[in-house]
Nanobody, 124 residues
Framework: VQLVESGGGSVQAGGSLRLSCAAS????????MGWFRQAPGKEREGVAA????????RYSDSVQGRFTISKDNKKNTLYLQMDSLKPEDTAMYYC???????????????????WGQGTQVTVS
């Protein structure tokens, strides 16, 4: 499994970014996938996750209503649309994939085996 993130960058508060995660093989349709972030000196935290079929999504309280996770199974690509960005959203963002069957594990970083290299998001 290979995951490659892109789309990070620097943006002013209130702006938007869209992150993409290109997956190898048929990962997008076979695995649950999620977006996680880690700021300097802080633990990695779950931001948003989506089930294998794409029919279910979960968001952390801090991004609910501002971020939208989606995926295109035909393109094997996961997306994170980030709107109304805040300085506290500044972090390295990672995508991850795993075959999960427990809804409550979707936002837990320790539930995921496969990770991308990350893309930096800076909000000023």
């Amino acid at each position: 499994v290979q995951l490659v993130e892109s789309g990070g960058g620097s943006v002013q508060a209130g702006g938007s970014l869209r992150l993409s995660c290109a997956a190898s093989g048929n990962i997008a349709s076979s695995y649950c996938m999620g977006w996680f972030r880690q700021a300097p000196g802080k633990e990695r935290e779950g931001v948003a996750a989506i089930t294998m079929t794409g029919g279910g999504t979960r968001y952390s309280d801090s991004v609910q209503g501002r971020f939208t996770i989606s995926k295109d199974n035909k393109k094997n690509t996961l997306y994170l649309q980030m709107d109304s960005l805040k300085p506290e959203d500044t972090a390295m963002y990672y995508c991850a994939a795993e075959r999960l069957t427990n809804w409550y594990l979707l936002l837990k970083p320790t539930s995921y085996k496969y990770w991308g290299q990350g893309t930096q998001v800076t909000v000023s």
